[in-house]
């Protein structure tokens, strides 16, 4: 095995699996506190590339050329909006049929899902759009010094691997160290007595919406300046993967949502660079369906205890 396609794969599937990450603990977030799965969140990703390429293009528009500053102003700007948009799928979507059966949230979702992808289509276009190149540099790593080869990761790419952990960790430490995570955590173990003591647990699951639609925008920032073009259908299967990497992990866990995302990554990355590329998508699901039949709790999940 050359060493040097080997750390190469290594380094694609690391970037791809914490951006898989990002956008896994909006689905463990909100099935960890309401016990829903959240299948607008792909679309909700997918607005965010949208909102990254119109705020790029409005500095621009206002000549402003400080490359750290563009870059938070349209993460601020990004997280912002697209955490709007999270909200308004939590009441319109999810707040009405809370107390109904579990279907009908589901078919709600998906019925949001599909009218987001077509707003997007009717506002934006079909067509796949893209943004310039924003941040240049590359690191190369020596991997073998006769013929000269190296492992590449780009500067952009450091970046996401970065972020992504930052994010998780400052996420982790909200949840347990704060009373904004303490009110999470009462709600999820029982909504009634956390509602008798005082928490206003619809607050509580509205702003669960919210954080998990700000790391599916900080996702899709990060994935729109990477690759540079998207379409209105990038969401679907981004949040399918996604959605994998959350089950992988183990649904409900904030550390098995970034785990899942690594090694469902890892796992693509390598099968498309040493077995077939056009059948990576295949194995990723395959061991989906693997792991619901042999550790359907995932990773780091916690098996249900169900007491009679």
């Not at 996702?219 to 993967?241: H, R």
Request: glycine share 10%.
């Amino acid at each position: 095995m050359d060493i040097y396609i080997f750390g190469q794969q290594w380094v694609n599937g690391l970037v791809l699996g914490s951006t898989y990450g990002l956008i896994a603990v909006g689905y463990t977030m909100v099935y960890g506190i309401i016990g829903m799965i959240n299948f607008a969140h792909g679309e909700i990703y997918m607005i965010s590339a949208y909102l990254t390429a119109i705020f790029l293009a409005l500095l621009g528009t206002f000549g402003l050329q400080s490359v750290p500053v563009v870059l938070v102003l349209v993460l601020l700007g990004t997280v912002l909006l697209t955490a709007l948009y999270g909200w308004s799928v939590e009441r319109i979507a999810y707040r009405p049929l809370r107390n109904s059966n579990r279907l009908a949230p589901l078919i709600s979702a998906i019925g949001i899902s599909l009218i987001l992808q077509n707003y997007i289509r009717i506002s934006q276009g079909a067509r796949n759009q893209g943004v310039p190149p924003v941040i240049d540099g590359v690191w190369r790593i020596p991997a073998n010094a006769v013929d000269q080869h190296f492992v590449q990761i780009t500067h952009l790419q450091s970046l996401i691997v970065v972020t992504a952990f930052a994010s998780m960790a400052v996420l982790t430490w909200i949840i347990h160290h704060t009373a904004l995570g303490r009110a999470c955590r009462a709600t999820q173990q029982d909504r009634v007595m956390a509602n008798l003591l005082g928490v206003d647990t619809d607050r509580i699951i509205s702003v669960v919406f919210v954080m998990g639609a700000a790391m599916a925008a900080v996702a899709g920032m990060l994935v729109t300046l990477n690759y540079g073009s998207f379409d209105f259908y990038i969401g679907f299967l981004m949040g399918i993967k996604a959605f994998t990497a959350a089950v992988l992990g183990g649904i409900g866990s904030l550390p098995g949502a970034m785990l899942g995302g690594v090694v469902l990554g890892l796992a693509e990355s390598f099968f498309a660079g040493f077995v077939n590329s056009d059948y990576k998508d295949v194995f990723a699901f395959s061991l989906l369906i693997l792991f619901l039949i042999f550790r359907p709790s995932g990773f780091l999940g916690v098996p249900e205890v169900e007491k009679v």
